[in-house]
Structures are given as structure tokens and as C-alpha cells.
């Protein structure tokens, strides 16, 4: 039992000497740097999902600004959003050829700049659902509706707990 503790110290004595570390900020911070006082959320999400971030990452730490209200570029972050088009494509079909269940496909990513230089990448963050097809135009319509806004708020916590790990 004490040998094996030794060759687990071992190991991890042996990874941090040569520098292997997580990705990510971690100490706390998140990605968003310490020093930060002003932070602007920018891109081609819509204004609702724009919103929904913006809530949920107020923080005591720093303001939310908006980017053309920057008077600290010192101390000023920009977060990037990028909202890929939503994919909505066909799973199964019943004997006729038509299609009976769809998937879709919720995706984006986040980049964090700080004095016109990339400190921080999410990485692709992806949420998706399946709709079951039964009824007609307007049923489909509604269930369509509902899960891509469905997706759009796992998204969003997903995001935000990116932001907040610096993972």
C-alpha cells in the first residue's frame, strides 16, 4: 500500500517537472484574468442569447460593458461568441421514405481578448436534441421552437461554466 503511494507521488513529481499542466486558467480566476475590471460580450449570437450570458456572468469581480463604452483598455476583456448555423438533419425514416425523427445541432464557440491579443478558447461547445415527427406542420413547427430553445439555454450553462473553470 505505502510502495504504491510512492510510485503515484513518483509520477506526479515526474509530470510537473517537465512541465505538464491542465489546460485552462484554474487558480480560481477562470478564464477571465484577475485584473479585469470591464468585460464586452460581442458576436453573432442573437440578442436573447447575448442576454442569457450576459446574466448569468455578471460578477462583483468586473462590469459588464458595452464595447464601444470601453474607458480602461488596461483592464478590459472582450468576449467573442460564435454561433455556428443550427444543424437540423434526419435520423429515420418510416417504409415510405419520409422522415420521422430529426436531429438537431446546437453549436459555438467563445475566445477571450485582452488587450487585442487571444488569451482564452472554449473549444466547440455543442448541445442537441431529437424531435419525433407525429402531427402535422405547426406541431412539428412548435417542437422545433421548443428544443432549439431548449438548446440555446444548455448552451449558454455550458458556456458560462467554461468561462468560469477556464476549461
Given at each position: ?52 450570458l450576459r446574466q ?28 455556428s448555423p443550427v ?81
Amino acid at each position: 500500500m505505502i510502495a504504491r503511494g510512492f510510485a503515484t507521488m513518483a509520477v506526479l513529481l515526474m509530470l510537473t517537472s517537465c512541465g505538464y499542466h491542465l489546460v485552462g486558467h484554474g487558480g480560481g480566476t477562470g478564464a477571465i484574468p484577475a485584473d479585469v475590471r470591464t468585460l464586452s460580450i460581442v458576436g453573432n449570437a442573437d440578442q436573447l442569447q447575448l442576454d442569457m450570458l450576459r446574466q448569468r456572468l455578471r460578477s462583483e469581480r468586473y462590469e459588464l460593458v458595452a464595447a464601444g463604452q470601453v474607458h480602461d483598455a488596461a483592464h478590459h476583456a472582450l468576449l467573442h461568441v460564435r454561433i455556428s448555423p443550427v444543424a437540423f438533419v434526419p435520423l429515420a425514416y418510416d417504409v415510405t421514405g419520409i422522415a420521422t425523427q430529426y436531429r438537431m445541432t446546437f453549436s459555438g464557440a467563445l475566445m477571450l481578448e485582452v488587450d487585442g491579443k487571444m488569451l482564452w478558447q472554449s473549444g466547440l461547445i455543442q448541445r442537441q436534441g431529437d424531435i419525433y415527427i407525429s402531427g402535422g406542420p405547426a406541431s412539428i413547427d412548435a417542437s422545433r421552437t421548443r428544443l432549439l430553445n431548449d438548446l440555446q439555454k444548455q448552451w449558454v450553462s455550458d458556456a458560462v461554466g467554461r468561462v468560469r473553470s477556464g476549461f
